[in-house]
DNA sequence: TAGTGGTCTAGACCACAAC
DNA sequence: TTGTGGTCTAGACCACTAG
């Protein structure tokens, strides 16, 4: 059951996107919503906040909420997406060929990573992401079998997170991630259409359950000219000092 | 003056910092904390989900607050954050040389950037940020005009973003971010310690006022080897759907 | 002055976790 | 059963914007 809040913010969300209210003009106010959505005020605010969160409006105080021109970054790889996810938006044939799926002994650096003992079980998955015929992505995912206890090639060809969340029913909350450029493996040689990049861009990632407990250490290595990041950033508490 | 919920979020987080709240243990209740700061429970919620939003802690329902491992990811360059402040962070000697400061008419690629016509005037500012000795970062910002009328090579050498807040009273709100690979120009080789390296990261940051109103495009061009990108993500409304 | 969003309060009911 | 966080309500006062 989704909350009234969420209810707002998936209309008011459409609306943008759809052209309903467009980019630079005013949302209705606070009051005219809670009349049009017959709720309280902080319900409306809740609604409100995530929009902003999520980059699709400006509130400014003593005006009202203006629309921004979510069009000007059109390919948000911000936050949690699976690759699946991601190629939904982008035209263009995309293909995943599963290279590897095995259950593993963890060493020393996958140990540290992913906060597991040398005698537990990890799962191994390696997949090879095609772009149009070109092998652009190589993803290495390590998933702690206590919470992953089973895995199929299917599974890993179409979506290993619609699986966990529609399946599983694990919940996955948040994510620590990290981007750095290194000198391309033999691997990345073997599996990818580098041609004379020496370099690969790497998107590592910590990423966590509901209860913060780490479940998936995921290496996303890219060819250099292919990759791109795109987010949507606001000042906040951190930065603010 | 700060409010309520920002003066308990700034305290809850120091002494996460400090270690009074171990990672792994649990925050107060919230009704505890309604008797600690003699507030309100939607000002004592506030405070946690800003203290949620920015990867402190992780709420959960029935249980409590728990504190993260801050630690863990201790060089957050997410969102919005001047290479001074960067730089306080770190450790060893970082130095700003100012090698350009110049008002020009913007091309069409700046016109097209910055959102201003070919007779607007726009300041150009070029920097070397050279950290143990060698040029690694290579800052090129435009500004519009219109809200920086004035800089003096004493201010891009200190801070231009501490001069804009405290000195202009701009409000910087929010920032589309795009994180890229790409062919090291003639001005990147003069200007940086690249060595071997024909490629250079580039962090293109499109910066938005409080009203919404774009005032800069800059481009922070980075030696690979040295560039490191750190994000706290959670998974939101957005990503969910 | 009227309208807007920002902050804060007090209270209610719910779902979930732990005992 | 008790305590926790999640949602929602109704109302108040404030600061800022605009006419």
Same mark, same amino acid.
């Given at each position: ?17 759809? @052209? ?17 959505? @017959?709720?309280?005020? @902080? ?37 949690? #997406? ?39 079980? +990890? ?9 149009? @015929? ?13 919470? #992953? ?30 981007? +750095? ?18 370099? +690969?861009?790497? #998107? ?25 990041? +795109? ?11």
């Amino acid at each position: 059951m989704k909350t009234k809040a969420q209810a707002i913010y998936d209309a008011l969300a459409a609306n943008i996107q759809n @052209g309903t209210y467009k980019p630079n003009s005013k949302l209705p106010s606070e009051y005219d919503l809670i009349e049009q959505y @017959g709720v309280s005020r @902080g319900t409306i605010r809740q609604a409100l906040e995530m929009l902003s969160q999520d980059g699709y409006i400006q509130r400014l105080k003593g005006k009202g909420s203006i629309v921004l021109d979510i069009r000007k970054y059109n390919f948000p790889v911000t936050g949690l #997406v699976s690759f699946k996810e991601v190629s939904k938006m982008m035209h263009g044939d995309v293909r995943t060929i599963v290279n590897e799926l095995t259950v593993v002994q963890p060493d020393d650096f996958i140990q540290s990573q992913l906060d597991v003992g040398p005698t537990d079980d +990890v799962w191994r998955v390696v997949r090879t992401r095609e772009i149009q @015929g070109e092998k652009i992505i190589l993803d290495i995912d390590y998933f702690d079998r206590k919470y #992953v206890p089973f895995l199929t090639k299917e599974i890993c060809t179409d979506s290993i997170y619609e699986y966990l969340e529609n399946e599983l029913h694990l919940s996955i909350s948040f994510a620590k991630k990290e981007i +750095v450029v290194e000198s391309a493996t033999d691997e990345d040689k073997a599996a990818l259409d580098l041609g004379d990049f020496p370099y +690969v861009v790497i #998107v590592k990632n910590h990423v966590y359950l509901e209860d913060a407990s780490l479940f998936e250490y995921t290496e996303s290595r890219h060819r250099p000219d292919k990759f791109q990041f +795109v987010d949507f950033a606001r000042r906040n508490h951190l930065n603010k000092k």
